[in-house]
């Protein structure tokens, strides 16, 4: 039998506490019934974000998250295109084969934790880098220059 020796020593290593804490946040943040929907939602946003940023801030953020999370969100090769905040949340929905307000409520719960771990100039830097739409999925005001 073929196994993927990756898999097997990812299963038996324990998280680090640092993620297990980040992991009881989204839960809590999102009223997950469990642990596994908490990471799963971790998991899917984290990756998601990965295709999007780029540059000084994603190293960054990979740097203030714990390693787990980390390795989540730089395994992604980022976009060519980078999405909108409407099209991230669109993109994921299609990729979960959640609902919208689902997908939306999943991004607000992981991006309370990410902004827990990265902090308020960090994630500014962030918004920065993004296209629009990103600040309210951080819970943040939307605030664009009037034209």
């Known amino acids: 039998m073929i196994t993927d020796a990756r898999t097997t020593l990812?299963?038996?290593?324990?998280?680090s506490t640092a993620y297990e804490q980040m992991l009881e946040k989204v839960r809590y943040e999102g009223a997950y019934p469990t642990r596994e929907r908490a990471e799963e939602a971790v998991r899917e946003v984290l990756a998601g974000l990965g295709r999007q940023l780029t540059g000084d801030e994603r190293v960054d953020l990979a740097r203030c998250l714990p390693l787990?999370?980390?390795r989540v969100l730089t395994a992604q090769i980022p976009?060519?295109?980078?999405?909108t905040?409407?099209?991230?949340?669109?993109?994921l929905a299609t990729r979960s084969g959640a609902s919208l307000a689902t997908t939306r409520w999943d991004i607000g719960s992981v991006f309370a934790a990410v902004t827990a771990h990265a902090g308020p100039h960090l994630i500014t830097r962030i918004l920065r880098r993004l296209p629009t739409g990103y600040a309210l999925l951080f819970g943040q005001a939307d605030l664009t220059p009037a034209a």
């Open 68 to 70: 787990e999370a980390a």
């Open 10 to 15: 990812e299963h038996q290593q324990p998280c």
């Open 85 to 91: 905040g409407r099209d991230f949340v669109k993109d």
């Open 79 to 83: 976009d060519t295109q980078p999405l």
